[in-house]
């Protein structure tokens, strides 16, 4: 079982703050860092993938950098919205296509 | 969605009977995984499938068995249902995928609906 960790567990934040969460996992053998969001009763949808270290990946307001080498990751979210209020999950993805969930980040952010 | 359904999508049953979950999916991946969520633990790995009739366990395998006797379909059973087992399953697939802008290659998971299982 790989340990895959993420901090903090939850965050409030007011509408309009940016925000940052922090996803840790082993990097031997490491794959892939997966980012996805989860809106309550609904299923996690993908945000990002990346493979190589200092990768930077954006969406919107949402951005992600890797570091393989130390084996972390920051989900950084600008100008929060309500809309954005949900559980953003990380996995770290090894050998033969097996995915290791962190516990996740439930952001609430208040109009 | 990927075309990934999820049945039942809601069960309730009694402590030491069978239950089956099942996974249909209508695009011919490869890799099936089925996952359950639990408070304070994001979501686990149960068991994952390779291909048809490959399968290997994941994290908390202990309790239940799996099927895979066509690509479409990956079934999950509880063979004695505990209440420890109370927890909503989710279906996975994961798909083959290249990056456009740097070239570089990798999977993405995409998930089923969930099914929400109460072993009373």
């Known amino acids: 079982i790989l340990n895959v960790e993420q901090s903090p567990q939850s965050l409030h934040v007011q509408e309009g703050d940016s925000t940052n969460f922090t996803c840790s996992f082993p990097s031997s053998n490491f794959y892939a860092l997966h980012w996805y969001r989860w809106e309550t009763a609904k299923s996690p949808e993908a945000l990002f993938v990346m493979t190589l270290n200092g990768d930077e990946k954006k969406k919107g307001r949402i951005s992600a950098t890797l570091n393989t080498k130390e084996g972390y990751s920051y989900l950084y979210i600008k100008g929060s919205q309500p809309e954005d209020s949900a559980t953003y999950l990380c996995a770290s993805q090894y050998n033969f296509n097996k995915f290791y969930f962190g516990s996740g980040t439930k952001l609430n952010v208040k109009p | ?120």
Request: net charge negative; hydrophobic share 25%; glycine share 8%.
């Open chain 2, 1 to 120: 969605d990927a075309g990934i359904t999820q049945s039942p999508r809601h069960k309730v049953t009694e402590t030491g009977t069978p239950v089956t979950l099942r996974c249909h999916q209508t695009e011919n991946h490869r890799y099936m995984y089925w996952y359950r969520q639990d408070p304070g633990h994001g979501l686990r790995l149960i068991h994952y499938s390779y291909g048809v009739k490959d399968t290997d366990k994941g994290e908390v395998s202990d309790g239940y068995s799996v099927s895979r006797s066509k690509t479409e379909d990956f079934l999950l059973t509880l063979e004695s249902a505990t209440s420890s087992q109370t927890s909503v399953y989710f279906c996975a697939i994961s798909e083959y995928f290249v990056d456009t802008l740097s070239g570089l290659s990798s999977y993405e998971q995409y998930f089923g609906p969930g099914t929400r299982l109460t072993v009373t």
